[in-house]
């Protein structure tokens, strides 16, 4: 059965492209467009989507209006589509309910096909978890597990009573849950944590402001070279992996990790080896695979690490993942993580 797309943009050129290409990916379907807000609104009970793919910028009704107003009648998915210029209301539509979002080529003719690509993994995503998570209520047999692929064997581990430092690493779903940990955390934060959210380029600078203005703490954008002080939040900005050395922040052009830069894998290996023992690695929603290696090697230095559970998960990905290597010592809920690191953060 196909994903039922509804699509909103406000340029009929534009909703001919997309339309177009949403056909030509199996498993879609455009079962109706529209060019306003309101015009969506009004229509959105009759057509009944999976999801709504809609422009962030609309004159009239925009795009953050049209989702906050959608979420108060209905739980239908929505991702947004942003452009250069878009970058502060897609955080914000993300912190209000959109599921993800996607950042609109420049040439989209002369990228349509890598954009294609990534819609359909983006929304594909999207609904294999909700599907597994369906499935998880009405069944409780167990999922039988892959084989593990790293062979980890790691004793047992508690929960440290101080560290030196936190790393986190998210993807799809990834700001609204970083947003409700990071704005959990107290005005006295005394270590550094370092984040990598997979998000492009002029989207990291707005998320790093949205998080700084909602939190207790500092949270800054990553600038290469800067020393690493306590109690900051440092946001690895897009397009740049971030690593830490001699307690300074560095970022590199190297190639793509995963298909992504930055990479938490990257982030994650260099902070074993700044802070051994002393962190905790977490890797909370997203599609793939990139945080597995590195929880490994911070489980390798005797670390402590934790995983987003699938039911609060957007897209049970990565964690997953990462569980089904062995390199998790709690897969739990996102309330969870947060009270475990702010019990952590008030002793270290």
Known sequence: MSIKIFLVDDSPFMRKVFSDIISDIVGLEVIGTSRSGRDT?????????????????????????????????????????SSQ??????????????????????????????FKKELEVRIKALFKTAEAKARTA??????????????????????????????????????????????????????????VQHMPAGFTASFAQRMNTESNVTVVEAVDGLPVEKGIVYVAPGNYHMVVENQTIRLLSTPKIHGVRPAVDILFESIKDEYKQNIIGVVLT??????????????????????????????????????????????IGLKEISDILNQIIKVS
Do not use: H, W
């Open 286 to 331: 997203g599609m793939g695979y990139d945080g597995t290696k590195g929880l490994y090697d911070i489980k390798s230095v005797g670390g402590y690490t934790l995983a987003q559970n699938e039911e609060t998960s957007v897209v049970y990905g990565m964690p997953k993942n990462a569980v089904e290597n062995g390199v998790v010592d709690q897969c």
């Open 41 to 81: 609104i009004r229509r959105l009970e009759q057509l009944k989507p999976d999801l709504i793919l809609m422009d962030v910028n609309m004159p009239g009704l925009n795009g953050l209006e049209t989702l906050k107003l959608i979420k108060e009648m209905s739980s239908v998915r929505i991702v947004m589509m």
């Open 138 to 195: 009405i069944k409780s047999t167990p999922v039988k597990r892959k084989r593990p692929v790293l062979n980890s064997v790691f004793p047992e581990q508690t929960v440290p009573e101080k560290v030196k430092a936190i790393a986190i690493g998210a993807s799809t779903g990834g700001p609204r849950a970083l947003m409700q940990v990071v704005s959990k955390f107290p005005a006295n934060l005394s270590i550094p944590v370092f984040i």
């Open 85 to 114: 210029g878009g970058e502060d209301m897609t955080i914000e539509a993300l912190e209000s309910g959109a599921d993800d979002f996607i950042g609109k080529p420049e040439n989209l003719r002369a990228n349509s096909d890598e």
